[in-house]
């Protein structure tokens, strides 16, 4: 089974970036398709982004999309989620997630199918 930890999460304001690693240990990443999800306070845990085991497919929440990029080097056994404009609505826990890809290039929204799952890293936004 794989480990995963994410790191990189802060108190920013409205507009800035801040880019979150989430590292994995036990097995090498290849072998996984990852996924990004967030948790706000009193919210259900919703879909963010997401990437296929080789890095070439990628989808991302609309909410996100033109903001926030996922990318990995397996590599260094790591995913990132580089997040740009950031905005009071994007606070959140934020968690990686990975699902093991057996072959398949599709990547996955949907948060039962990932068996792994980080500590998260609190993200937050001041307006």
């Known amino acids: 089974q794989v480990q995963l930890v994410e790191s990189g999460g802060g108190l920013v304001q409205a507009g800035d970036s801040l880019r979150l690693s989430c590292a994995a240990s036990?097995?090498?990443?290849?072998?996984?398709?990852m996924g990004w999800f967030r948790q706000a306070p009193g919210k259900e845990r919703e879909f963010v982004a997401a990437i296929n085991w080789s890095g070439r497919s990628t989808y991302y929440a609309d909410s996100v999309k033109g903001r926030f990029t996922i990318s990995r080097d397996n590599a260094k056994n790591t995913v990132y989620l580089q997040m740009n404009s950031l905005k009071p609505g994007d606070t959140a826990v934020y968690y990686c997630?990975?699902?093991?890809?057996?072959?398949?290039?599709?990547?996955?929204?949907?948060?039962?199918?990932?068996?792994?799952w980080g500590q998260g890293t609190q993200v937050t936004v001041s307006s």
């Open positions: 997630a990975a699902d093991l890809a057996l072959g398949r290039i599709t990547v996955s929204t949907a948060g039962d199918e990932y068996d792994y």
């Open positions: 036990g097995r090498t990443l290849s072998a996984y398709r």
